[in-house]
């Protein structure tokens, strides 16, 4: 089983970290509030999409101007 180390806060744990807030945040309001809300879990989903098969991620860049280190280089 593979277990990703846990020292550090590095920038690719960050971007899943708040991308579950969303998710989570999202479908709470969509379940109480407003089922509009539902859209920011659906544009969560797609951006972690293009994530995974291009790179490009607009939290990592936001994250990175800030000084957040990446594990990957």
Not at 3 to 21: D, S, V
Not at 29 to 43: K, N, Q, R, V
């Amino acid at each position: 089983m593979y277990k990703a180390p846990t020292q550090n806060w590095y920038l690719e744990r960050i971007i899943f970290l708040i991308a579950g807030m969303f998710v989570l945040v999202s479908l709470f309001l969509g379940l109480f509030w407003s089922p509009f809300w539902f859209i920011l879990t659906f544009l969560v989903g797609i951006n972690l999409v293009i994530f995974a098969l291009t790179g490009f991620c607009i939290m990592a860049n936001i994250l990175y101007k800030l000084g957040v280190k990446s594990r990957l280089k």
